[in-house]
T-cell receptor
Framework: GESVGLHLPTLSVQEGDNSIINCAYSNSASDYFIWYKQESGKGPQFIIDIRSNMDKRQGQRVTVLLNKTVKHLSLQIAATQPGDSAVYFCAENMGTSYDKVIFGPGTSLSVIP | EAQVTQNPRYLITVTGKKLTVTCSQN?????MSWYRQDPGLGLRQIYYSMNVEVTDKGDVPEGYKVSRKEKRNFPLILESPSPNQTSLYFC?????????????FGPGTRLLVL
């Protein structure tokens, strides 16, 4: 079936280093992608999104890259801080339904002080 | 403060004992939704509602009911809970005028069914 998956379930990085979280998607019809951050005991929080007509989008300390050729999405966090420790989810929307969002299983990011 | 609240936050129950998890939002959002989160599976949508008295099934609706009698509230009802409904549940809401990225999530309800 169609799914969104993450290559790395856990990731540990040193404070100040850059983090890269990867995501593979299988639905070539997906045209909108979102990254969420979920801190312990809280619900998912929107970080950044990208549409399929783009291959890169930057936010504050975060960058999302989209490679449609290999159906790959990544989230880069610059100068990772302890507050970045969380579970990160990618999600895709096929555009046919305003609400049909498929979430990946998540990657746990731990920042080592 | 704009928020989605859920109650209870933690619940332990036994098989077959009916329970309700409440969800309330103070943003006058039309759209509300329930998800369950399980390890390795991400979030999966259970039910959603586009407005008062308008509800529809998501991807995993079996064993659940919802109601939308008021715009601010969207309770999730488990008529006869089973152990496979042990999970972390999230309620979410957004305005229909906004995109998916504007969705607010509640803090979650952790349910254990024995």
């Amino acid at each position: 079936g169609e799914s969104v998956g993450l290559h790395l379930p856990t990731l540990s990085v040193q404070e100040g280093d850059n983090s890269i979280i990867n995501c593979a998607y299988s639905n070539s019809a997906s045209d909108y992608f979102i990254w969420y951050k979920q801190e312990s005991g809280k619900g998912p929080q929107f970080i950044i999104d990208i549409r399929s007509n783009m291959d890169k989008r930057q936010g504050q300390r975060v960058t999302v890259l989209l490679n449609k050729t290999v159906k790959h999405l990544s989230l880069q966090i610059a100068a990772t801080q302890p507050g970045d420790s969380a579970v990160y989810f990618c999600a895709e929307n096929m555009g046919t339904s305003y609400d049909k969002v498929i979430f990946g299983p998540g990657t746990s990011l731990s920042v080592i002080p | 403060e704009a928020q989605v609240t859920q109650n209870p936050r933690y619940l332990i129950t036994v098989t077959g004992k009916k329970l309700t998890v409440t969800c309330s939002q103070n943003m006058n959002h039309e759209y509300m939704s329930w998800y369950r989160q399980d390890p390795g599976l991400g979030l999966r949508q259970i039910y959603y509602s586009m407005n008062v008295e308008v509800t529809d099934k998501g991807d995993v609706p079996e064993g659940y009911k919802v109601s939308r009698k008021e715009k601010r509230n969207f309770p999730l009802i488990l008529e006869s809970p089973s152990p496979n409904q042990t999970s972390l549940y999230f309620c979410a809401s957004r305005t229909l005028a906004g995109g998916i990225e504007t969705q607010y999530f509640g803090p979650g309800t952790r349910l254990l069914v024995l």
